[in-house]
């Protein structure tokens, strides 16, 4: 196991996720930039980016990994009640980068965002090749909550959620799981594990695990038809 951090050339080489330090959990690499080619190469490889506003670039693959099987989403009896009832709408793709503001904006708990204005304008480049996608939910034409992500073959990387009236990104991340199984997605990956999505029902995985599954859907194809600017039902 490596003791430093490996520094990003010009190439889109990354070290193997096993040379990540074990503290902080999960830390692999320092630089690099946000181009296109280097995020997927990252995303491919089972890693992400993630730092703080006056930072460098830094970049992870965790150990254990938090991960979503779709079929396992956890629906609480509140709200089950809640979702039957909502008046809200869900789209894909209709509003990436008011999803991506959403998730920058300043939290109840803090100010501080790894959103930058560098990280949103490659993920805009991102989703106008059809690699990242959004999912919204309306209160008539009110943007309330939603998330995005990053496409891989039959895997999904969630990056940020946000909701601005309660439930909203859980309903999100509920109607996400929805579609992706209609299209044959099985999992979503979390990154890391936290309260809010163990509530949800999101997982740890030995990073190994996760790679090996990662290694099996990432070639694999999802039918274009999924991720065009749509309405869901629940």
Not at 162 to 173: C, E, I, R, T, V
Not at 210 to 225: G, S
Request: hydrophobic share 40%.
């Amino acid at each position: 196991m490596t003791t430093y951090l490996t520094q990003l050339d010009a190439s889109l080489r990354f070290p193997s996720p096993e040379d990540a330090l074990t503290e902080p959990n999960g830390l692999l690499a320092i630089g690099g930039d946000l181009t296109p080619a280097r995020l997927l190469a990252a995303y491919y490889n089972g890693i992400f980016p993630w730092y703080g506003a006056h930072q460098p670039i830094l970049w992870w693959s965790p150990d254990p990994r938090g991960v979503l099987p779709v079929h396992a989403v956890h629906i609480s009896r509140t709200l089950a009640k809640n979702l039957k009832k909502t008046t809200f709408r869900f789209t894909v793709n209709y509003a990436f980068m008011r999803v991506v503001t959403g998730c920058a904006a300043p939290r109840s708990y803090s100010d501080d965002t790894w959103i930058t204005p560098e990280f949103m304008a490659s993920y805009s480049m991102l989703h106008k090749m059809g690699r990242a996608h959004s999912i919204e939910v309306w209160d008539d034409d009110e943007l309330v909550g939603g998330l995005y992500g990053i496409s891989v073959g039959r895997i999904f990387c969630g990056e940020s959620m946000f909701h601005l009236k309660p439930d909203a990104s859980k309903m999100a991340l509920v109607i996400l799981c929805k579609h992706l199984r209609e299209y044959g997605v099985p999992l979503i990956d979390c990154q890391m594990q936290n309260n809010y999505l163990a509530t949800m029902g999101v997982q740890e995985w030995p990073r190994a695990d996760f790679l090996n599954v990662l290694h099996d859907l990432r070639e694999q194809q999802v039918a274009e038809i999924c991720w065009r600017p749509q309405e869901l039902i629940l």
